[in-house]
T-cell receptor
Framework: GAVVSQHPSWVICKSGTSVKIECRSLDFQATTMFWYRQFPKQSLMLMATSNEGSKATYEQGVEKDKFLINHASLTLSTLTVTSAHPEDSSFYIC???????????????FGPGTRLTVL | GQNIDQPTEMTATEGAIVQINCTYQTSGFNGLFWYQQHAGEAPTFLSYNVLDGLEEKGRFSSFLSRSKGYSYLLLKELQMKDSASYLCAVRGRNQAGTALIFGKGTTLSVSS
C-alpha cells in the first residue's frame, strides 16, 4: 500500500511554456501533499505544502505565481510551472501524508519524480 | 533556522559495517527519518525515530539522541546494491506546519 504516482515521469519543453505535473495517492487519502525540487547532486528542497481544499503554503524564496499548486481532492495535487525557463530544469518530487491515526501518518510517501528539462 | 549536516561521501567494502552520522538544528522536532535514494529515483523510507535510542530493522539500524541533535544510520553486511545516497530528514516546523526537511545526503559507494 501507500503508493504515490506522478505524471509525467519526464518532460521536455520550450522556454516560456507551462508544464503541469500531477501527483496522485493511489491507495490512501492524502490530506497533505508536499512538493520538492532536487537539482543534480543536491538534496530535496521543500517548495510548498498543500492541504486538500485550501491554498498551498510556499517556502521562503519560492515564487507562488510561478509554481501554481492545486490540491483539489484527497488523492490529487498538481504543480504547474508557468513560463518555464532553463533554470527551472530540475527533478520535481511530490510526497503525500495520510490522515492522522492512519498507519501512514508518520511517513511521507514519495512519488517517482518528474524530470523537467526546459530548452 | 534549520540545518541538517551529514557527510557528503563515504566508501566501504562488501560485508562491512558503515555508520552515517547526521546532526540537526531545526525549528521544532517531530521525528527523524532516514531515506535511501538511487540516482534518478524517488527516496524510499528506511527508518523513523522520535524517541531516544536505537531502532533496528534487519540490516539497518537508526539511533537518535534528541538532546544532542544527533542521529546515525548503521548498515551491516553491506551489499553492492546498498550503493546509494542516504538522506537524513527531520520533521520540523516549516511555513505550513510540519514537513520533512532534508539534509544534503551522503553518497555511499560499496565496492567488492
Amino acid at each position: 500500500g501507500a503508493v504515490v504516482s506522478q505524471h509525467p515521469s519526464w518532460v521536455i519543453c520550450k522556454s516560456g511554456t507551462s508544464v503541469k505535473i500531477e501527483c496522485r495517492s493511489l491507495d490512501f487519502q492524502a490530506t497533505t501533499m508536499f512538493w520538492y525540487r532536487q537539482f543534480p547532486k543536491q538534496s530535496l528542497m521543500l517548495m510548498a505544502t498543500s492541504n486538500e481544499g485550501s491554498k498551498a503554503t510556499y517556502e521562503q524564496g519560492v515564487e507562488k505565481d510561478k509554481f501554481l499548486i492545486n490540491h483539489a481532492s484527497l488523492t490529487l495535487s498538481t504543480l504547474t510551472v508557468t513560463s518555464a525557463h532553463p533554470e527551472d530544469s530540475s527533478f520535481y518530487i511530490c510526497s503525500a501524508r495520510g490522515l492522522a491515526g492512519d498507519y501512514s501518518y508518520n511517513e511521507q510517501f514519495f512519488g517517482p519524480g518528474t524530470r523537467l528539462t526546459v530548452l | 533556522g534549520q540545518n541538517i549536516d551529514q557527510p557528503t561521501e563515504m566508501t566501504a567494502t562488501e560485508g562491512a559495517i558503515v555508520q552515517i552520522n547526521c546532526t540537526y538544528q531545526t525549528s521544532g522536532f517531530n521525528g527523524l527519518f532516514w531515506y535511501q535514494q538511487h540516482a534518478g529515483e524517488a527516496p524510499t523510507f528506511l527508518s523513523y525515530n522520535v524517541l531516544d535510542g536505537l531502532e533496528e530493522k534487519g540490516r539497518f539500524s537508526s539511533f537518535l539522541s534528541r538532546s544532542k541533535g544527533y542521529s546515525y544510520l548503521l548498515l551491516k553486511e553491506l551489499q553492492m546494491k546498498d550503493s546509494a545516497s542516504y538522506l537524513c530528514a527531520v520533521r520540523g516546523r516549516n511555513q505550513a506546519g510540519t514537513a520533512l526537511i532534508f539534509g544534503k545526503g551522503t553518497t555511499l559507494s560499496v565496492s567488492s
